[in-house]
């Protein structure tokens, strides 16, 4: 569906992403990990179409992403960002209807209540943006994600949602909220690539997890073949302790002493 075939992105003389394959699939949540600086977010903006590759091609099928006009990227997956600054005073309703006018809703408010509805926000229409806590921010925007692309599959065509650090401001419980609405949207035909810092997090809910560092893919599979002692501690340099969940292949972190 969405491959990237030997990309680089090169500033100031420095690969911030150093020869990088991947594809997404429909039916699949790719979780990128990777300390700051690893490459994961350049990766996934050039994924998504927002940066264009010095080396390599992203293809949406197989067409090259820099052919896509910004209104067919639109239509085609949603992008939510680390964090994003408003300049003007929009409301909560307002922020998700711009997600539901991009996709072409022919109800866009009603849309967009919906989207609000699904993300804990219901009664938080007419509140102003600026006003809300980071996280409820955050989950504003996830609103106007899904608002964007309210079906994974649409005309035929697997949709693809591209997540930002999705989790960062949120508290476990929205957190774990957040993860199940992209695997609903991936089990239902989708496509979903996410960045987070939480391992254990990824580990539960990642079919496909890449590891980088220093711009590169260093290990990639199932949580179990990707999380490791030896990844743990060449990437994040610290020991790991990796286990595992009593009768599930599921692995999980313990983080100790730094090395």
Same mark, same amino acid.
């Given at each position: ?84 600054? #408003? %300049?003007?005073? =929009?409301?909560?309703?307002? @922020? /998700? ?10 109800? &866009? ?91 254990? #997090? %990824?580990?539960? =809910?990642?079919?496909?997890? @890449? /590891? ?10 199932? &949580? ?36």
């Amino acid at each position: 569906m969405i491959r990237a075939r030997e990309v680089s992105i090169i500033r100031a003389g420095r690969s911030l992403v150093d020869h990088v394959n991947l594809d997404l699939k429909p039916g699949c949540f790719t979780i990128v990990l990777g300390p700051n600086g690893a490459g994961k977010s350049t990766l996934l903006k050039t994924m998504a179409g927002e940066l264009s590759a010095d080396r390599g091609q992203i293809l949406y099928d197989d067409l090259d992403v820099r052919k896509c006009s910004a209104a067919d990227l639109a239509q085609r997956r949603a992008v939510l960002p680390q964090s994003m600054a #408003l %300049a003007f005073p =929009f409301t909560a309703l307002e @922020v /998700v209807r711009m997600g539901a006018i991009a996709y072409g809703s022919l109800k &866009p408010t009603e849309d967009a209540r919906r989207a609000l509805a699904r993300v804990d926000l219901k009664g938080f229409e007419g509140r102003a943006y600026q006003a809300l806590s980071g996280g409820e921010q955050q989950r504003v925007q996830f609103a106007r994600v899904l608002a964007q692309v309210p079906e994974p599959v649409d005309g035929g065509r697997p949709k693809a949602l591209f997540l930002d650090e999705p989790t960062a401001s949120l508290d476990l419980g929205h957190q774990i909220s957040v993860l199940e609405i992209a695997r609903d949207f991936v089990a239902r035909g989708g496509a979903a690539m996410a960045i987070l810092h939480d391992l254990n #997090l %990824a580990c539960e =809910f990642a079919d496909h997890l @890449v /590891v980088m560092h220093r711009g590169r893919v260093v290990s990639e599979g199932t &949580p179990a073949e990707t999380i490791t002692d030896e990844v743990i501690s060449s990437v994040y340099g610290i020991r790991g302790a990796v286990g595992r969940v009593p009768q599930s292949p599921m692995p999980y972190v313990l983080p100790q002493a730094r090395i």
